[in-house]
DNA sequence: TTGTAAGCGTTATCAG
DNA sequence: CTGATAACGCTTACAA
């Protein structure tokens, strides 16, 4: 069924029908009512592929989610979703997998979509580096710093992740903790991961902690499974720590899980400090503590500085925002040590 | 930039491009090698949608996930794309909100992307009735029954909701509790949480057990916090239960919470058992004792459906698959009574 | 207010 | 093997 069949069907030509279809003013109340009655009968939609190849710019704003089971990604699209009504336009979100090239699938969305401009929650400097300079809307990627990437229309935001980083084990150190260990994400091929890890590290210097990377850090995906066993693993290899920092909320409560299968209880005999702020947090025994970004800023930064670019015109910016430490329960004090290991 | 200027700069004509760019044979080498060249370097992309408009098949399936920030889709939707080389047909993912109409956006997807077949993560029985007819194509519903709504083309699996709420029950008698309560879905709108409530039902009435939907049921929406805030409402209408049933593991989760909060300790005070049967489960604490889906007979199941009808025109065949006991932490015999409630 | 006709970027069917 | 040319279903001037 087409538009064309609809034409015949009511006795109007296809011209009307369009109109009517698209909410278009100059048409009689007569043939509105009687072709959208005909179309509510027969259920027609329009055929979105001939609309949108004849459409030579579309109204909508493109959002590209980088991995569809991601918590915090969830987050920030309700997020984006309720404050969608203050900008005018609507989002068209399309989720890809976490290997895939977000860039060229933005390329494809672009001309198919034709939209105002595109929102990446997630993505990696590589593949913007590589085919980002095809396109020329205006910009906005979450998660990960472009500022050194330094395209015009492509601004970001980003939670201060070197901060956090800090933040966390000055927490730890605060607590009264000497000897920490990392669970963290794979510095090569993410730059967040990479900036929490030069943010702890920069923080056990100011301290005057001893950290070796080989002993005292795991490198693992983010998921429940690769946090368990990276806790796991440092156990195996070192069994004087009295708390670990993981770099997501994921990952520590797989850790967490790990540390009380081993007969240590949290925070008890080993603190637990996470990042990301999730909502899963709140609910686990115990309650994680963490490292949280603000969803809440993280959207709106975004959709301000996309709808300024869309709409001023105005050049990348890379903005980043602050996050805040929760105190819940998986960090405590540790126990009174019998002797700091190393010093006799 | 389109197959045009392609055409123009590599100096063949649009024909040929064409069929260069959709690996067709009947081209010269020389040919193929030279406008392969041009479009990489100019980063080109076919216009999906001019391609798709004159296409009248596609060559995929659709999968309709309803809800994007559901575990168990996720889970689902992992399976089915491991599983994806043994059909033949790449699959197309589209996610929409919990509340819209799947039905309707299938109709849309289909003739937009014209699919061979569609499988739907999720679905209401209603929105079936209402406008499934509209779409003629084989499609299974997964997790929901159709075997009702009789249409020929439309196959579903479920696992066994009625069995697995009346096993759940079972394996919570057996243990010794005698007072058991249930968080549920409602079930007004979702048949799964009704054929729940009702396999529960089913064994309560089997032992002989007294229920109280007034004061032992509570009706919620799938969250950790609704899981959470039912268990509280549980607590204070009623101080004497020994156990929770609880019909999806965030609820469960979430109810734990609001047990240890309330100075309950999980399983010692009181048992919980879940269904769902996520990963996220596995590494709670305690870990959580659930009814089990099984992702993969669920996803096998589905896709053996969709083929048989997509090739052979196989009718509508509505399945069940069974469900497992896991019996890990979060539910243990309750502790001995100080005579039983009710009965001097 | 309504009808007509020219594309949008592809694919597919023809002749060459 | 290659090049014209007619659709695909729709929107949008422009004409009536």
Sequence with gaps: MTIKDLAAQTGYSLGTVSR?????????????????????????????NAKQLKQHRGTSVLVICKGNNNQLFSSLLEELQSRVAQMKYPLVVDYIDENE????????????????????????????????HHISLPCVLVTNDAADLAFPNLSSVTSDDALAGEMAIDYLVSLGHR???????????????????????????????????ERDYESIRF?????????????CRNREFTAVFAVSDVMAIGAIRALEDAGKRVPRDVSVVGFDGLTIGEYTVPRLSTVAQSVQMLAQKSIELLQSAMEGGKNGRWVTVPVTLMQRESAAAPKRSKGVPGIP
Tied chains: 1, 2.
């Excluded at 909410?23 to 329009?46: C, H, M, T, Y």
């Excluded at 060229?104 to 400097?125: D, H, T, W």
């Design 101 to 132: 090239n977000e860039v060229r699938q933005a390329i494809r969305l672009c001309q198919e979509k034709k939209p105002l401009g595109v929102l990446f929650l997630g993505g990696s400097r590589e593949h913007f580096r590589r085919d980002f």
């Design 20 to 48: 009517v279809l698209n909410n278009q003013p100059n048409v009689s109340n007569r043939a509105r009512e009687v072709i959208l009655k005909a179309a509510k009968e027969s259920g027609f939609q329009l055929n979105a």
């Design 179 to 213: 000897k920490i260990v990392l669970i963290g994400g794979e510095r090569e091929t993410s730059d967040t991961a990479r900036k929490r890890f030069e943010g702890a590290m920069a923080a056990f210097e100011k301290h005057s902690l001893a950290f070796d990377p």
């Design 223 to 235: 998921s429940y499974e690769d946090g368990y066993q990276a806790a796991r693993t440092l156990l």
